[in-house]
């Protein structure tokens, strides 16, 4: 079985530009994570959905949004990017919303702001 | 809040040498809790979780980890290094109902000859 796809796997952006990022959970999976892990750090929690609904919001700028869709894949969206968002974006999946569902995460996006 | 702490950013071993990482938790009620592995240039990868139940949990590739409320610790071991286990290591604590993962600062584990 496929496990969780993020596309692309790098990109360059200028400050000011907007990214779009994108997720394929696992089959059968209805939750999706995005997290961000800026080099020497361990991730920090961005947004979760679940069936199509945000069910949590970490501490990001409102610079950052995120979707799901009816096939359960999502989208990150950063505007008007800075220096500072350069890191690797993680995605997870879960069965579910909530404890004890554990995460099954993509590879990543590396994202470098110049 | 739920939190994790992770001593030592950096742990060197031999190969065939015992590799401890060790994590503590903070938590008000109790903790599920969760050792994910980082290889250079990838995504994260499960080694092992506590839910409930048995404090001893075993994992992939031979680590196990052992929940010690007394402590408030989630320590992880494996009895003997091997050069393969180079890798970033992370504890990790769900925070909050959703599946908001809190993950410790993590540990680089260099095996050597």
């Known amino acids: 079985d496929a496990g969780v796809t993020q596309s692309p796997t790098h990109l360059i952006k200028t400050r000011g530009q907007h990214v779009t990022l994108r997720c394929s959970p696992i089959s059968g999976h209805k939750s999706v994570s995005w997290y961000q892990q800026v080099l020497g750090q361990g991730p920090q929690f961005i947004f979760q959905y679940y069936e199509k609904e945000e069910r949590g919001r970490g501490n990001f700028p409102d610079r950052f949004s995120a979707r799901q869709f009816p096939n359960y894949s999502s989208e990150l969206n950063v505007n008007a990017l800075l220096l500072g968002d350069s890191a690797l974006y993680l995605c997870?999946?879960?069965?579910?919303?909530?404890?004890?569902?554990?995460?099954?995460f993509g590879p990543g996006t590396r994202l470098t702001v110049t | 809040a739920q939190s994790v702490t992770q001593l030592g950013s950096h742990v060197s071993v031999s190969e065939g040498a015992l590799v401890l990482l060790r994590c503590n938790y903070s938590s008000s009620v109790p903790p599920y809790l969760f050792w994910y592995v980082q290889y250079p240039n990838q995504g994260l990868q499960l080694l092992l979780k506590?839910?409930?139940?048995?404090?001893l949990v075993k994992g992939i590739n031979g680590f196990e980890a052992e929940f010690k409320k007394s402590e408030t610790s989630f320590h992880l071991t494996k009895p003997s290094a091997h050069m393969s286990d180079a890798a970033e290591y992370f504890c990790a604590t769900y925070t909050g109902t959703a599946s908001k993962l809190t993950f410790g600062t993590g540990t680089r584990l260099q095996v050597t000859l």
């Open positions: 506590y839910t409930t139940g048995a404090t």
């Open positions: 997870a999946s879960s069965l579910a919303s909530g404890v004890p569902y554990e995460q099954y």
